[in-house]
């Protein structure tokens, strides 16, 4: 089944604990992307990715970071988790990696991250 | 830059009721616009689209048509079921960005 893959689905954690979130898609898509959902902002974009080794900011970059070794895996990375990093996380990917005009992103199930 | 705005919520219906949800964008390009239904506890999942002018998308009895005159793409059903109640999100995709609007919470009461 084609799908997107993250884990944990719920995540508690402390002030200044490193922490990463996996990613992962069985699709062969070059684009993925992370975004986090809040509350009356929507969804905002963190980082994505066009393809291996390609990575770029989106929205709301400061507090991550991302890598992309290979292709079917884009972990997001924490580095000192703070409390206004609270919210729900969603990993999507999509098959074109340029001018994404007209494929749609396939999301995975979110993690909940509390940062307490 | 490109934006996308769409009716707050909640809306609440009964079921059998017409929804119609707005969503209006600005782009500078010739974007393709989409709409995205959040089922509860679940990641986004493509609801239906529509890659350029009149044309129109559907999908499980939801319509919405591409309307570059009045850069609308407004989503609708004719008959709600219960199931349907859900977060739906409109968004566009234009010059490798692709924006979304901030979601509307659909309850659709039996």
């Known amino acids: 089944e084609a799908q997107v893959t993250q884990n944990p689905r719920y995540l508690i954690t402390v002030t200044g604990k490193k922490l990463t979130v996996t990613c992962s898609q069985n699709m062969n898509h070059e684009y993925m992307s992370w975004y986090r959902q809040d509350p009356g902002l929507g969804l905002r974009q963190i980082y994505y990715s066009m393809n291996v080794e390609v990575t770029d900011k989106g929205d709301v970059p400061e507090g991550y970071k991302v890598s992309r070794k290979e292709k079917r895996n884009f972990p997001l990375i924490l580095e000192s988790p703070s409390p206004n990093q609270t919210s729900l996380y969603f990993c999507a990917s999509s098959s074109e990696s340029q001018g994404r005009r007209n494929s749609p992103l396939h999301f995975g199930n979110g993690t909940r991250l509390t940062v307490t | 830059g490109d934006s996308v705005t769409q009716m707050e919520g909640p809306v609440t219906l009964s079921e059998e009721a017409f929804l119609t949800i707005n969503c209006t964008y600005t782009?500078?390009?010739?974007?393709?616009l989409f709409w995205y239904v959040q089922y509860p506890g679940e990641g986004l999942q493509l609801l239906l689209k529509?890659?350029?002018?009149?044309d129109k998308g559907s999908n499980k009895g939801f319509e919405a048509t591409y309307r570059k005159e009045t850069t609308s793409f407004h989503l609708e059903k004719g008959s709600v079921q219960v199931s349907d109640s859900a977060v739906y999100f409109c968004a566009l995709s234009d010059n490798d960005k692709i924006i979304f609007g901030k979601g509307t919470r659909l309850h659709i009461l039996p």
């Open positions: 782009a500078t390009g010739y974007p393709s």
């Open positions: 529509a890659t350029k002018a009149d």
